[in-house]
């Protein structure tokens, strides 16, 4: 069977312009996607954003302008910020998108005649801002969980999703398949905070506002906000079209990256809309940690943060690509800081490995006049470098596989420190004195090479632009995946003068 791999990142709301948080999940999503489009796979990467709702109606009435004018500002500054940061998405999907309007009429219309959806009355709590329906009891202190403002009781004709119905199908299905909610703690706490204790149906329509895809049958309601956005995991695949290829290829999903508020509609009321389509349900879906700045989440509604731009102007793309990437443990919560990203470009980017990459060349350039063969003159002390570098591809994949991201930079990095330790133990500068251990000068260095071949190979997914700087410094055209092990014949003709892959700051 072919490899494939579909991969997703939450469809964000445009009701401001995108912060470094969501630069965070769509980085992740991007890493990977690149990983496995590097190891073979037929990868689909899709982002894009969710405009409909209440919030988004007022916030464009606030504005003077229709909703659809106030998201075509808000989606063309994403997409120039995905453009800066190197984002390789396949599709930017729109919930205003001919195609899916069309894909989540006819969805909620197959719903509604298989007796899924049904009409009734909604009476209860809606939280704006998050676009989410609450009981009484879900309340903290009387608000929102999610983000602890206010909630308004609404009271309208509806149309309902009978959760109800799945519930013994979708707990059967979680359990049957520990890696379908990761990390595990989020899996536990769907299971036993939101599904063993009993699903209410869900209220899937809306009469009090109208920025939203109509229901065909119905036209006095618009689709939830959430059933319209789920949706567009199968609309970009050409759901409702005639063209089944992509739903053929791509279908189930291998992996939704989405941060940890959000995972229960997604290990919900998502599987549960799937089950009643008779589609097979996502491999995986990952409830990511979050951003905090001071303590607490960064977000668009608290607008407690600072363009991204600004941090890519000042530090580089891949540097803040980096930083989100290395600092997030596993499902963790994070701190952003400026200053931590700073350190993390001196310790790790500049010390580490653009210094390696600057000795090792300009010892290069020194002793052999920039050209490097392999002289095979192997010695103990190489051991322990050559076997890191022989097993870092499965490590890597491991790593890749469990979504440990930080992980995955510690070891690259770890061996690229262990370069720098094995300069300082097998003394170039010492071998270069004697006449007579110029091979083994040359097979050193020569490994080095190779270990900044294979790392930076390795690291292409991460940091997509200074991986081509490394590439055209020491003029490897051994870049792909396949060639990620110890090659004993390359000739390395390395820059007279490269520029520094990173610059130390201050
Ligand atoms: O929830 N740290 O959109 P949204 C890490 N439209 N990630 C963060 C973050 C932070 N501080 N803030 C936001 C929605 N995110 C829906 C999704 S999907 C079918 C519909 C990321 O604009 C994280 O991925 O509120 C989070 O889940 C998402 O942005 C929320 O984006």
Redesign the pocket.
């Known amino acids: 069977m072919d490899k494939k791999f579909y991969i997703t990142?939450?469809?964000?709301?445009p009701s401001a312009n995108f912060?470094i948080?969501?630069c965070?999940?769509t980085i992740i999503a991007d890493s990977i996607a690149r990983y496995k489009r590097l190891d073979g796979y037929d990868t689909f990467f899709l982002t894009g954003s969710?405009e409909h709702g209440q919030k988004i109606e007022k916030k464009a009435q606030e504005a003077g302008i229709t909703p659809k004018e106030y998201v075509d500002k808000i989606v063309e500054n994403a997409k120039d910020l995905w453009e800066q940061l190197d984002i390789s998405y396949d599709r930017f999907i729109r919930t205003t998108d001919a195609d899916h309007v069309k894909c989540v009429q006819e969805i909620f219309k197959k719903l509604y005649d298989k007796k899924d959806i049904y009409k009734g009355e909604y009476q209860g709590l809606y939280c704006t801002p998050c676009e989410s329906f609450w009981t009484e009891t879900q309340l903290v202190d009387g608000k929102c969980p999610d983000c602890g403002r206010e909630v308004q009781l609404v009271k309208e004709e509806a149309y309902f999703l009978k959760l109800s119905n799945y519930q013994k199908q979708l707990e059967k299905f979680i359990e049957e398949h520990p890696d379908f909610i990761q990390p595990e703690s989020r899996k536990n706490e769907m299971l036993n905070n939101f599904i063993r204790p009993g699903l209410e149906d869900l209220c899937v329509s809306r009469t009090s506002f109208k920025w939203g895809i109509p229901v065909t049958f119905d036209p006095n309601h618009v689709v939830y906000v959430?059933i319209d956005?789920?949706s567009?995991y199968l609309t970009a695949l050409g759901y409702c079209s005639n063209d089944t290829r992509m739903m053929e290829k791509y279908w189930p999903a291998d992996l939704h990256?989405?941060?940890k508020?959000?995972v229960r509609?997604h290990t919900i009321v998502w599987p549960i809309m799937l089950m009643a389509l008779d589609l097979p349900l996502p491999k995986k879906v990952f409830g990511?940690?979050?951003?905090?700045i001071d303590g607490g989440?960064?977000?668009?509604s608290l607008g407690n943060y600072k363009d991204p731009r600004e941090y890519i102007a000042k530090y580089g793309r891949d540097a803040v690509r980096y930083y989100v990437l290395r600092e997030i443990p596993f499902g963790n919560d994070g701190n952003f800081s400026e200053e931590a990203l700073v350190s993390r470009i001196n310790s790790d980017l500049a010390n580490i490995w653009g210094n390696l990459v600057n000795r090792t060349v300009g010892m290069a350039n020194k002793y052999f006049d920039g050209k490097i063969t392999n002289k095979g003159v192997i010695q103990e002390i190489d051991m322990p470098l050559l076997k890191e570098l022989d097993e870092l591809k499965i490590n890597t994949d491991k790593l890749i596989d469990e979504l440990q991201i930080s992980k995955v930079l510690e070891l690259i990095f770890d061996v690229l420190r262990l370069c720098n330790k094995y300069i300082d133990e097998t003394t170039p500068w010492a071998l270069a004195k004697d006449e007579n251990q110029l091979e083994r000068l040359e097979t050193v260095l020569y490994n080095i090479l190779e270990a900044i071949r294979i790392t930076n190979i390795l690291l292409r997914p991460f940091m997509p632009t200074s991986t081509e700087k490394v590439i055209a410094t020491i003029h490897s055209d051994k870049n792909e995946f396949s060639d990620s092990h110890f090659l004993n014949d390359l000739t390395y003709i390395v820059d007279k003068t490269p520029s520094p892959l990173f610059e130390r700051i201050q």
Do not use: M
């Open positions: 990142t939450p469809i964000y709301y912060h948080g969501h965070y999940s969710d959430w956005a789920l567009n990256i989405v941060g508020e959000i509609f990511h940690g979050w951003l905090i989440k960064i977000s668009k």
